[in-house]
């Protein structure tokens, strides 16, 4: 079920409303808001979900993608106006990010957040001037694409422990960089991919986490190889493995100050996880319309399978936990977007609302039988996709520990 405030009409129905169509009320979203959210809604299903099959085949999302939202404005929803972004209030994004796991195709979502909620975050946060007029700006236009390199074979969970590394060349203005880098998201399209790396040689090297950096990178310089992964699923997002042999970029292209990576990486986590957990009730919805829709449909024994009490039943238990995983989103989201301490609650908001997408995925597929389980049907690809949710991002075992620690 969507949400809507008291006084916005009613979007028409369209092939992936849920309810019929139905809003309700919230407290989280004014008007102005749904309206967006009806507008971003077509335009994803005009523009993009008739796309969607062939580039799962094709592997990749071609280029003019990234233009064409930009066009519609969709790239910059929270981002300062000085560098072409909109300035809207968070739930403008948490609506686009809503409707963007509504479409149903992970890959498509993966690729879009990581380009507008991750990657570019750090500019946001840590960029100066110059490297946002740079990079933000294009990346909003959609004249870049974005890519974000934490993550190493050896290192996921555990960020203090990556390898790649940056040394000061003798004269100071330059850096090299080596090692390689893992899951890179957008990572063979990527015209930048911030990337963090370990400080050697550099000033105030104190070991653990305290000498991360994080530079923009050129994947086009010399002695970068990209190569592609192939997936279980997020088939249209290219995801890449790359490495860094003696890569030389300029000092000009550190963000922030030196060794200041590890706490912009935590303090970007907050928004990656929300923004995590609304994709997964936008995947949540989608599994649930594809499912009730298809119960009231197909007959079995003289009856809509919905009118057997053991379907209907799992149906009701997930749309409750789908409203309780909506509550605590939309509570972390509040928090998060009124700069309020949500360490907690954004990672309760990952951990219960990406487990239920899985849950939901998997109980939906159930709803249609052997028809589910066809390659082509969409809640074949939703039950494939989901299953990274609670994974990447940050892994529910890691959002316990952060629970743990301050709950505890
Ligand atoms: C398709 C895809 C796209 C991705 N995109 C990106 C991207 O764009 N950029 C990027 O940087 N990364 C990306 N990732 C990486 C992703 O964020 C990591 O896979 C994730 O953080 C987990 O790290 P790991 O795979 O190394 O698992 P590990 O850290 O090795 O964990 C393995 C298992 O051990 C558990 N575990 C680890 N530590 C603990 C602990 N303390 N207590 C209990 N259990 C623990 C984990 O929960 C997990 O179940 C992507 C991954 C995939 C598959």
Known sequence: MRRRSSTAPAPAPTDHSSRNGEFVDSIYFSPEMDAFRSRTRRFLQDHIAPHLET????????????????????????????????ELPFFHS????????HLGSGGFRGAMSVHSYMATSYLHLAGDHRQKLDYLQPAIQGD???????TEAQAGSDVSGIRCEARPTPTGDRYTIRGSKAFVTNGMNADFIVTAVKMRNGPAV??????????????????????PVEKMGWHCSDTATVEFDDTVVEADRLLGRPNTGFFWIMKAFQIERIAAALLALGEI????????????????????????QAVSHRLAELVSHAEAARQLTYHA???YSRGKPAVSQ???????????????AGQCLQVFG?????????????????????????TSEIMKEIIAESEL
């Open 55 to 86: 580039w799962e085949s094709e592997r990749s999302i071609p280029r003019e993608t990234w233009k064409l939202l930009a066009e519609e404005g969709l790239l910059g929803l929270h981002y300062p106006r000085a560098y072409g972004g909109r």
């Open 144 to 150: 870049m694409i974005a890519a974000l390199a934490i």
């Open 94 to 101: 948490a609506a686009y990010l809503e409707e963007l796991g």
């Open 206 to 227: 104190t070991g653990g986490s305290n000498d991360i950096c994080l530079f923009l990178l050129d994947p086009r310089a010399p002695g970068v190889t990209r190569t």
């Open 346 to 360: 954004c990672a309760m908001a990952k951990l219960r609302a990406t487990e239920l997408a899985v849950e939901v």
């Open 333 to 335: 989201a509040w928090l």
């Open 285 to 308: 919805d989608h599994g649930l319309d594809l499912a009730r829709r298809y119960a009231n449909e197909r007959r079995v024994f003289g009856k809509p399978i919905v009118a057997h």
């Open 370 to 394: 052997g028809h589910g389980y066809l390659a082509e049907a969409p809640i074949s690809r939703l039950f494939r996709d989901t299953r990274l949710d609670t994974i990447a991002g940050g």
